[in-house]
């Protein structure tokens, strides 16, 4: 027979599974887009966006609602544009992320941008709150 501890214990173990499973993502309806020949998944709520003709960079209304960015090309005045704000060393998973938030004047609201590498390549991801 099973002890009652055991049994608490096999019983918290189902719950935090279970709870796992519930706030998991669901990605099954997200579309993919490629830029500079990454795929990138994108949220429905984000879906229906432009894609460049060099497909360097994909956005939805404009990149401060939210984009996708391959920076190669104009790293230099992406990174000078951050020369007054203080942002965060992040890892999301396996990657090295520069993360930066500021009030956008241009667009109105509160703008957050992502800079990490693949490969060769650095990409920025932004997203605003507007």
């Keep these: 027979m099973f002890s009652k501890k055991l049994f608490l214990s096999l019983l ?7 709870m796992g499973c519930a706030n998991a993502v669901d990605s099954s ?9 990454v795929d990138f998944k994108i949220p429905p ?9 060099n497909h360097t960079n994909y956005h939805y209304n404009d990149l ?9 090309d104009y790293i ?3 990174y000078g544009c951050w020369h007054n704000f203080k942002g965060k060393n992040l890892t999301i998973g396996s990657h090295d992320v520069a993360y930066f938030y500021q009030y956008n004047n241009f667009a109105k609201h509160d703008v957050s941008h992502a800079y990490f590498s693949s490969g060769d390549s650095i990409y920025c991801i932004s997203g605003g709150s507007g």
């Design 12 to 18: 918290l173990i189902a719950l935090i599974i279970s």
């Design 29 to 37: 309806n997200w579309k993919t887009v490629k830029i500079n020949d």
């Design 45 to 53: 709520k984000y879906q229906g966006g432009d894609i460049n003709n």
């Design 76 to 78: 230099a005045s992406s």
């Design 64 to 72: 401060n609602t939210f984009g996708i960015l391959c920076i190669e």
